[in-house]
């Protein structure tokens, strides 16, 4: 019988952290922004461009290619390492971007919080998916 193999769960909190990126992350009394720059009322941050949510949302992507490789057993042991190392750099932009942008009036919102949650299981799921893929015999 087949079983469910860690690399896919972080592949769905992968998933989970790019679509909260379409959610606010940032909000005060008179509107709200997403982490990709999207603005709804008046709030001056995140500024226009390319920025760390964006950045976030790509290595996300990244994430999920690197723990769908290692839970389909290609280049798992490689894999498992990435995910791991991208789900740590993802939570480490995700401090940044609120380092950078959580200050009075604005103050975090939801969508953050799920990315921050998101993100730090992920980071446990991936230790499982590396353990996993380094314990199995070639």
Same mark, same amino acid.
């Given at each position: ?20 990126? @379409? ?110 893929? @380094?314990?199995?015999?070639?």
């Amino acid at each position: 019988m087949a079983r469910l193999r860690p690399g896919w769960l972080v592949a769905l909190c992968a998933l989970v952290v790019a679509v909260s990126a @379409w959610l606010p992350w940032l909000t005060t009394h008179g509107g709200r922004a997403s982490a990709i720059g999207g603005k709804a009322g008046s709030i001056d941050v995140p500024p226009p461009g390319f920025g760390v949510g964006q950045l976030i949302v790509l290595l996300a992507a990244t994430l999920i290619v690197a723990a769908a490789m290692a839970a389909r057993r290609l280049s798992p042991r490689l894999a498992s390492a990435a995910a791991l190392s991208l789900s740590l750099i993802i939570g480490a932009l995700i401090g940044w971007y609120f380092r950078l942008y959580v200050h009075a009036p604005v103050a975090a919102g939801y969508g953050l919080y799920l990315a921050a949650a998101t993100v730090a299981v992920a980071a446990v799921l991936s230790v499982l998916t590396m353990v996993v893929a @380094w314990g199995e015999t070639v």
